[in-house]
């Protein structure tokens, strides 16, 4: 099955600044990659997805790159807020006939005022 | 609309007993999530279902939970009996039936068992 890794597990970084965070995949069928914001206490909720005919995707502050060949993906956050403080994670959608998500273990990314 | 609903938000049992969680898709909706979120593994799919029918259970842990879809508006997951390593957050989710579509999750369901 699809196994998704992410890194880092945790991210600070300085008001203004630019955050990345990585994940790679194993199933080269894989062509559906969600990234979901999960905030303290709440349910994840979708910011931003990207489809493998796609090398890149921008929404105002947030962007996803997509390198199919080396089977990874990232999630850029630029010019980040205190309110982008909140656990960030990755998926990608099994091939075949289960189509379900498998997430990678997650990002806390703490923005530092 | 509602968003998907769940329900107990909240649950605190004892050791051995029964516990149901209960999930209300959004309307139109015909894919269906179970997910389990700790600390220690993440977010685990459970479960999932199909026009009410289950695809795939391959992440059920054991023999103890087991989970229905009767209708297209109402699916339930049981734990039983229920155990401390159970402990966890529950999320339901829902979606259109293929890939690219969006899944919205519920509130989930805070289980503690005592």
């Known amino acids: 099955g699809e196994n998704v890794e992410q890194h880092p597990s945790t991210l600070s970084v300085q008001e203004g600044d630019s955050a990345v965070i990585k994940c790679t995949y194993s199933d080269s069928a894989s062509n559906y990659f969600p990234w979901y914001k999960q905030e303290l206490g709440k349910r994840p909720q979708l910011i931003i997805d990207i489809r493998s005919n796609v090398g890149e995707k921008k929404d105002q502050r947030i962007a996803v790159t997509l390198n199919k060949t080396a089977k990874h993906f990232s999630l850029h956050i630029t010019e980040t807020q205190p309110e982008d403080s909140a656990v960030y994670f990755c998926a990608a959608t099994t091939s075949g006939s289960a189509r379900q998500l498998t997430f990678g273990s997650g990002t806390q990314l703490t923005v530092l005022p | 609309d509602a968003g998907v609903i769940q329900s107990p938000r909240h649950e605190v049992t004892e050791m051995g007993q029964e516990v149901t969680l209960r999930c209300k898709p959004i309307?139109?909706?015909?894919?269906l999530f179970w997910y389990r979120q700790t600390m220690m593994r993440g977010l685990e799919l459970l479960i999932y279902?199909?026009?009410?029918?289950?695809?795939?259970d391959s992440g059920m842990p054991e023999d103890r939970f087991s989970a229905k879809m009767p209708n297209a508006s109402f699916s339930t997951l049981k734990i039983q009996p229920s155990e401390p390593r159970d402990s966890a957050v529950y999320f339901c989710a829902s979606s259109r039936q293929g890939v690219g579509n969006e899944q919205f999750f519920g509130p989930g369901t805070r289980l503690t068992v005592l």
């Open positions: 309307s139109g909706h015909n894919s």
């Open positions: 279902f199909n026009n009410n029918v289950p695809i795939d």
